[in-house]
């Protein structure tokens, strides 16, 4: 379900607004972090219940004024890159590394859209991040949740981002 009227009055943003800022925000953490200045956004909003393949998912929680999700869903050779470009080193696997790695991905998005969702984010927490990658899963954050999922581009994969809140 997508951003209520109320959650966007609440928060003072149009949801094209806000879209907006996640985007940018996604570009700012990967450029910073990552390293990954071309990273596209495809203008393409997916259902954040969805079934992965030889993916990784990094999660990081959010409890206060909203509860929630924001969610990193990459391929593993994605994973792989992101890690051997944060680190500086060649990555050939999914490892602690990665999982570690993609983990801050998550928990820096987290941060980010959380200032968007309340005045400063104070009021809102973030948990320790998750990681979880298989070859054939399933994440679902729930019914009735409020939901925007970005779809990105790199030259050779895509991947997504998702937040899910409840207010």
Do not use: R
């Not at 869903?73 to 999982?99: C, K, Q, R, Y």
């Amino acid at each position: 379900m997508p951003i209520k009227p109320e959650t966007l009055a609440a928060i003072n943003m149009t949801e094209d607004e806000l879209i907006k800022s996640f985007i940018k925000d996604v570009q700012d953490v990967f450029i910073n972090m990552v390293g990954v200045e071309d990273l596209m956004h495809l203008p393409i909003q997916v259902d954040v219940t969805t079934h992965f393949k030889e993916c990784l998912t990094a999660m990081v929680g959010l409890a206060g004024t909203y509860n929630g999700l924001v969610s990193v869903h990459l391929p593993w050779p994605l994973a792989i890159s992101f890690t051997s470009l944060m680190l500086g080193m060649e990555v050939t696997e999914i490892d602690d590394d990665v999982n570690d790695a993609m983990g801050e991905i998550a928990n820096m998005l987290a941060g980010s859209f959380k200032q968007h969702l309340s005045t400063g984010g104070s009021d809102i927490q973030l948990s320790t991040p998750s990681v979880v990658n298989g070859a054939d899963y399933v994440v679902s954050s729930g019914n009735n949740l409020e939901n925007i999922t970005l779809k990105f581009a790199t030259d050779t994969e895509w991947f997504m981002v998702a937040l899910s809140i409840e207010e």
